[in-house]
């Protein structure tokens, strides 16, 4: 059976709505993010990708962050490894 568009795109914006608070809730008392940090966990920043993984915070980067920006110090992110 194939979903209808539609309904792939309702459930994608529910679970948003239901993850947001979740990821608000790792990021309290946050102050340095640690943005695209693939497999590279630095200690003491919330080190955030496209996937949750242990100590990493899963978070679409296209999407508004769920934090006030003026509770933040310092943003990091290093360019990929190639090759």
Do not use: F
Not at 48 to 71: F, H
């Amino acid at each position: 059976m194939i979903t209808p568009p539609i309904v792939l795109t309702a459930s994608l914006k529910l679970l948003k709505i239901i993850y947001r608070p979740l990821v608000r809730k790792k990021l309290e008392g946050k102050t340095r993010l640690h943005l695209a940090c693939g497999g590279n966990v630095v200690d003491g920043w919330a080190n955030i990708d496209q996937y949750s993984k242990g100590e990493i915070i899963g978070w679409d980067l296209t999407e508004k962050l769920p934090v006030r920006s003026d509770t933040i110090e310092l943003i990091y992110s290093e360019p990929a490894m190639s090759g």
